[in-house]
């Protein structure tokens, strides 16, 4: 069964603006990561948050995590056409991730 | 670094046939999973394993389903026989700490049962 919760389900914005993808999840977790998938690819790992922590950065992108409402936050700042892709939240809930269905981002030239 | 292999790419088989995929996970990646993930959705685990021992299988249709690992390096999954059901890219995804470093995902194979 599916964990996390990706809010919105799809985000359409030009290239410059930001983007911001929400996961909801409703069990304790160990650590939350999330993961870019490319059309007809793999998924790629971004960043990964424990739960003792509240924010973390990598490049342009910024995750918060707030466990006290079991949701994380994924900020891409300057967005690019390149970073079309469908952003995954992952909860590790020690046996092994759980994948939420997805955002899917559409970034315009 | 060479990444995790997966083959085929891409797979189109009729019901009721037998279908098997090929994983090779990053050298020294003890653990191995194989995800299943239908279009729209995020990918459900289907195993993982340890070395070449099971993990967890809690969620693979046993019925039709099976994997193994022999020799705790690649892996191959197997499906037999196939439902409509099953159409979905298989993912397989290596980590030598999923808990530091998270996982490496192959490309996928893109299964299409008709």
């Known amino acids: 069964s599916q964990q996390g919760e990706e809010d919105p389900q799809a985000l359409s914005i030009q290239e410059g603006e930001n983007a911001t993808m929400n996961c909801s999840y409703k069990?304790?977790?160990?650590?939350l990561q999330w993961y870019r998938q490319n059309s007809g690819r793999g998924l790629v790992h971004l960043i990964l948050?424990?739960?003792?922590?509240r924010e973390k950065h990598s490049g342009r992108l910024r995750v918060t995590l707030d466990t006290s409402k079991k949701s994380s936050s994924l900020l891409i700042t300057a967005s690019r056409a390149a970073d079309t892709a469908s952003y995954f939240c992952?909860?590790?809930?020690?046996?092994?991730?759980?994948f939420g269905a997805g955002t899917r981002l559409t970034v315009k030239p | 670094e060479a990444g995790v292999a997966q083959s085929p790419r891409y797979k189109i088989i009729e019901k009721r046939q037998s279908v098997a995929f090929w994983c090779n996970p990053i050298s020294g990646h003890a653990t191995l999973y194989w995800y299943q993930q239908i279009l729209g959705q995020g990918p459900k685990l289907l195993i993982q394993?340890?070395?070449?021992?099971?993990?967890?299988d809690s969620q693979l249709p046993k019925d039709r389903f099976s994997a193994e690992r022999l020799k705790g390096v690649d892996s191959t999954l197997k499906i037999q026989p196939a439902k409509l059901e099953d159409s979905a890219v298989y993912l397989c995804a290596s980590s030598l700490d999923r808990v530091a470093y998270g996982y490496t995902f192959g490309s996928g194979t893109r299964l299409t049962v008709v």
């Open positions: 394993f340890q070395n070449n021992g099971v993990v967890d």
């Open positions: 948050i424990r739960s003792n922590e």
């Open positions: 069990t304790s977790i160990n650590n």
């Open positions: 992952a909860t590790d809930e020690g046996n092994d991730m759980r």
